[in-house]
Nanobody, 115 residues
Framework: QVQLVETGGGLVEAGDSLRLSCTAS????????MGWYRQAPGKQREMVAV???????EYAVSVKGRFTISIDNAQKEVYLQMNYLTPEDTAVYYC?????????WGQGTQVTVAS
């Protein structure tokens, strides 16, 4: 069973940057999607940034131009560079990897942005 572990969350001030990392316990063969979702208190989980097989990316409108998703060549790590953070970015951030056979989620990492 593949496990995903997110790191890099924390408490920052508005305008700061953070880089989230997601490490898989083993290489994942042929993922269809690797990405980041977030869930703020009282809200549904939403897509933040994903990368599809082949390299195409998709970002939430609210983060486009501020966040960047990247993946290492061994496909064991997924990164989310977050710049110009705002209080509205406060949430638990989850890593997700989808293959044809499985849908993996991490436990999440808290990001809190103070105004």
């Amino acid at each position: 069973q593949v496990q995903l572990v997110e790191t890099g969350g924390g408490l920052v001030e508005a305008g700061d940057s953070l880089r989230l990392s997601c490490t898989a316990s083993e290489s994942i063969f042929g993922p269809n999607l690797m990405g980041w979702y977030r869930q703020a208190p009282g809200k549904q989980r939403e897509m933040v940034a994903v990368m599809y097989r082949g390299g195409n990316t998709e970002y939430a409108v609210s983060v486009k131009g501020r966040f960047t998703i990247s993946i290492d060549n061994a496909q064991k790590e997924v990164y989310l560079q977050m710049n110009y953070l705002t209080p509205e970015d406060t949430a638990v951030y989850y890593c997700n990897v989808q293959t044809r056979a499985a849908d993996y989620w991490g436990q999440g990492t808290q990001v809190t942005v103070a105004s």
